[in-house]
């Protein structure tokens, strides 16, 4: 199983990024799969999460309204949208399939001006 995440880098508050998560190894279209970070000096938080058929998400409150979880079953690739972002945004998103022990090594997003 692995994931590679993608998409990151400087930008600045009130900017946008999508961000990219490729998987390969397992059967992608049978796992929901959730989008976390982690900030410095922070514990890891889940941001977001897709069903396995893309139907249904679900969001943290703190980026509610201003991230959209998408993803291609038919790629095998998982997608987040992050609009008007701000600088408590700044970390390090990774990917993961629900109920699998496995992670990507994470993209590095940094909301600065």
């Known amino acids: 199983v692995q994931f590679v995440e993608s998409g990151g880098g400087l930008v600045q508050p009130g900017g946008s990024l999508r961000l990219s998560c490729a998987a390969s190894g397992f059967t992608f279209s049978s796992y929901g799969m959730r989008w976390y970070r982690q900030g410095p000096g922070k514990e890891r938080e889940l941001v977001a999460v897709i069903n396995s058929a893309g139907g249904t998400t679900n969001y943290a409150d703190s980026v509610k309204g201003r991230f959209t979880i998408s993803r291609d079953n038919g790629k095998n690739t998982m997608y987040l949208q992050m609009n008007s972002l701000k600088s408590e945004d700044t970390a390090v998103y990774l990917c993961?399939?629900?109920?699998?022990?496995?992670w990507g090594q994470g993209t590095q997003v940094t909301v600065s001006s």
């Open positions: 993961k399939a629900t109920g699998l022990p496995y």
